[in-house]
Nanobody
Framework: QVQLVESGGGLVQAGGSLRLSCAASGLTFGSYAMGWYRQAPGKEREPVAR???????VYADSVKGRFTISRDNAKNTVYLQMNSLKSDDTAVYYC?????????????WGQGTQVTVSS
């Protein structure tokens, strides 16, 4: 059974930084694409950053140049470094695992971690 556990969320002032972590178990981590999604109140869940098995990355336009996704296959962990945070980044952030970037949204999900950016 795949289990994804996010951590690192919290309250931060605009312009600040946070690093989210997602520890994965129950899967061959190096064989899965990983991603971060977010859902703000009243909005649909949206992809933020995704990383393929080979390390290729895809970012939402709204976070390009500010967020960086990375993976450590030895630790079964994917990270999201978030810099220059804005109030619009306030959301619950979810980790996802799937066979490919294209199928992440139909894969496994974590429980989410709250990120709140105060202006």
């Amino acid at each position: 059974q795949v289990q994804l556990v996010e951590s690192g969320g919290g309250l931060v002032q605009a312009g600040g930084s946070l690093r989210l972590s997602c520890a994965a178990s129950g899967l061959t981590f190096g064989s899965y694409a990983m991603g971060w999604y977010r859902q703000a109140p009243g909005k649909e869940r949206e992809p933020v950053a995704r990383i393929s098995i080979g390390g290729n990355t895809v970012y939402a336009d709204s976070v390009k140049g500010r967020f960086t996704i990375s993976r450590d296959n030895a630790k079964n962990t994917v990270y999201l470094q978030m810099n220059s945070l804005k109030s619009d980044d306030t959301a619950v952030y979810y980790c996802a695992a799937g066979r490919t970037i294209a199928t992440l949204s139909s894969g496994s999900w974590g429980q989410g971690t709250q990120v709140t950016v105060s202006s």
